[in-house]
């Protein structure tokens, strides 16, 4: 029977060989250089068969695939050419075979199926609603934050795009940096903390798919290069003073931030996790503070502390409860939003300027150069009057204490520390500045 002149047929012969039993029907190639001489195992060796129709079928498959191989080539723009040229030929630069590289990338992406056009952005909410029990608000709320301003960047990447190493690197400098300059955020710790939710992220990621094993994240990660140029140092910490401290408590007492003042000042508490606090933390009876294990930054253990740990501390936070209401337990202890408070403290500060260091001119931005002065005076003058294992306990620090002992008061804040701790809740009857190292404790 003569054959169509476009027929599969024609590349390959089936011969019957009486003396093989089982598979007596061999397939052979011929003519394969119209195809383009494919060097595919396939194509390069005999094929038995059981019978006459299975060698047919399987002679046929495989030349309409080549075929079809061979018209997709040919619809191809001279564009489209160049590029798979160039990327072969920056391949083959490497001292990569790239016809191998291409088979390999090709098996990677059929290994992990279905993920392999899956967009990140796609795991985004099964991630999120993972962790809702986990996350505080306040959490909840910058995680979302970052993901809106990141959804039409890196979220639209596909899963394939992280499993090499060097691309995955590219990508997330590209975020982070597209994400500094969306906006006042020029500090390494800023950019830092953008890259740690990426870095969670892809972890959960990689849950789901194998080939994003937790060593490729790591690799990733620990990439130098990865971080943008030209970030901003975080500002030193520079310690309250213990005159600045008897201003804000005067003159924001009345504000209804008299607790999470009172608290940042004589626990050196941290502005996010106080946002979380309810008054319920203050055990009255016990005369001990008590902060469950999920609203501490480690979440490692409760933080628990007497009254008796801290000078005055018992007399203060009463002073905080009464002039913030009388609050219920329930009730949260700072009551406005962050923004809101730092807007108060802010106001208050450059009311003052003088006070704060500067010369009344220039409007001094406590994140900027006043930074964790609340905190690092409890730390500072705290060390000064308590051991370092009670501050470690109650400021949830054990490693970086010495961070926030104040350059300019470290050489000498024997007697700021005797000022400030000092300070009582009927000292702030006497006039702003008259602060005395005599002064005793209760």
């Given at each position: 029977?003569?054959?169509?002149?476009?027929?599969?047929?024609?590349?390959?012969?089936?011969?019957?060989?009486?003396?093989?039993?089982?598979?007596?029907?061999?397939?052979?190639?011929?003519?394969?250089?119209?195809?383009?001489?494919?060097?595919?195992?396939?194509?390069?060796?005999?094929?038995?068969?059981?019978?006459?129709?299975?060698?047919?079928?399987?002679?046929?498959?495989?030349?309409?695939?080549?075929?079809?191989?061979?018209?997709?080539?040919?619809?191809?723009?001279?564009?489209?050419?160049?590029?798979?040229?160039?990327?072969?030929?920056?391949?083959?630069?490497?001292g990569v075979d790239p016809v191998k590289a291409m088979e390999e990338g090709l098996r990677l992406l059929i290994s992990y199926g279905e993920n392999a056009e899956k967009q990140i952005g796609d795991f985004w909410e099964p991630y999120r609603t993972r962790n809702a029990?986990?996350?505080?608000?306040?959490?909840?709320?910058?995680?979302?934050?970052?993901?809106?301003?990141?959804?039409?960047?890196?979220?639209?990447?596909?899963?394939?795009?992280?499993?090499?190493?060097?691309?995955?690197?590219?990508?997330?400098r590209h975020c982070l940096d597209s994400y500094k300059s969306g906006g006042k955020r020029h500090a390494l710790n800023t950019i830092k903390h953008a890259r740690s939710k990426i870095r969670s992220f892809l972890g959960y990621i990689s849950e789901q798919v194998d080939?994003?094993?937790?060593?490729?994240?790591?690799?990733?990660?620990?990439?130098?290069?990865?971080?943008?140029?030209?970030?901003?140092?975080?500002?030193?910490?520079?310690?309250?003073?213990?005159?600045?401290?008897?201003?804000?408590?005067?003159?924001?007492?009345?504000?209804?931030?008299?607790?999470?003042?009172?608290?940042?000042?004589?626990?050196?508490?941290?502005?996010?996790?106080?946002?979380?606090?309810?008054?319920?933390?203050?055990?009255?009876?016990?005369?001990?503070?008590?902060?469950?294990?999920?609203?501490?930054?480690?979440?490692?253990?409760?933080?628990?502390?007497?009254?008796?740990?801290?000078?005055?501390?018992?007399?203060?936070?009463?002073?905080?409860?009464?002039?913030?209401?009388?609050?219920?337990?329930?009730?949260?202890?700072?009551?406005?939003?962050?923004?809101?408070?730092?807007?108060?403290?802010?106001?208050?500060?450059?009311?003052?300027?003088?006070?704060?260091?500067?010369?009344?001119?220039?409007?001094?931005?406590?994140?900027?150069?006043?930074?964790?002065?609340?905190?690092?005076?409890?730390?500072?003058?705290?060390?000064?009057?308590?051991?370092?294992?009670?501050?470690?306990?109650?400021?949830?620090?054990?490693?970086?204490?010495?961070?926030?002992?104040?350059?300019?008061?470290?050489?000498?804040?024997?007697?700021?520390?005797?000022?400030?701790?000092?300070?009582?809740?009927?000292?702030?009857?006497?006039?702003?500045?008259?602060?005395?190292?005599?002064?005793?404790?209760?």
């Open positions: 029977m003569k054959l169509k002149k476009n027929s599969a047929e024609k590349f390959f012969t089936i011969t019957h060989l009486k003396k093989r039993t089982r598979s007596p029907f061999r397939l052979r190639w011929k003519a394969l250089s119209s195809l383009g001489s494919p060097d595919a195992p396939d194509f390069r060796t005999a094929h038995y068969f059981p019978t006459e129709n299975e060698a047919k079928i399987f002679g046929i498959r495989l030349v309409e695939e080549l075929q079809q191989i061979g018209s997709l080539a040919n619809s191809m723009s001279d564009r489209e050419r160049m590029d798979i040229l160039r990327t072969a030929a920056t391949i083959k630069q490497k029990e986990k996350w505080s608000t306040l959490h909840k709320r910058a995680q979302q934050a970052f993901y809106e301003s990141v959804k039409d960047g890196i979220m639209r990447e596909p899963v394939k795009a992280f499993l090499n190493k060097t691309n995955a690197i590219g990508i997330i080939q994003l094993s937790t060593s490729l994240i790591t690799d990733i990660f620990t990439a130098k290069t990865i971080l943008p140029a030209r970030l901003e140092a975080e500002a030193d910490n520079v310690s309250i003073t213990a005159a600045q401290a008897k201003y804000l408590l005067q003159h924001l007492q009345g504000q209804g931030i008299a607790g999470w003042l009172v608290l940042k000042l004589f626990m050196g508490a941290r502005t996010m996790l106080l946002q979380n606090w309810n008054w319920s933390i203050i055990n009255w009876e016990d005369q001990v503070v008590h902060i469950p294990k999920r609203l501490t930054k480690l979440k490692k253990t409760d933080v628990k502390f007497s009254f008796s740990e801290v000078p005055n501390f018992e007399a203060w936070v009463k002073w905080a409860w009464a002039k913030d209401g009388h609050p219920k337990p329930q009730e949260k202890i700072a009551r406005y939003s962050q923004p809101t408070i730092t807007r108060k403290v802010c106001k208050a500060i450059n009311a003052r300027r003088n006070l704060f260091g500067k010369d009344g001119r220039v409007t001094i931005i406590p994140a900027k150069e006043l930074r964790n002065f609340m905190r690092s005076g409890f730390i500072t003058y705290g060390i000064e009057r308590m051991s370092v294992g009670t501050v470690s306990k109650i400021a949830e620090d054990q490693f970086s204490l010495h961070k926030y002992i104040a350059s300019d008061v470290a050489s000498g804040n024997r007697p700021e520390s005797e000022r400030f701790w000092s300070l009582t809740p009927e000292s702030l009857e006497s006039p702003e500045n008259d602060i005395s190292p005599s002064m005793k404790s209760p």
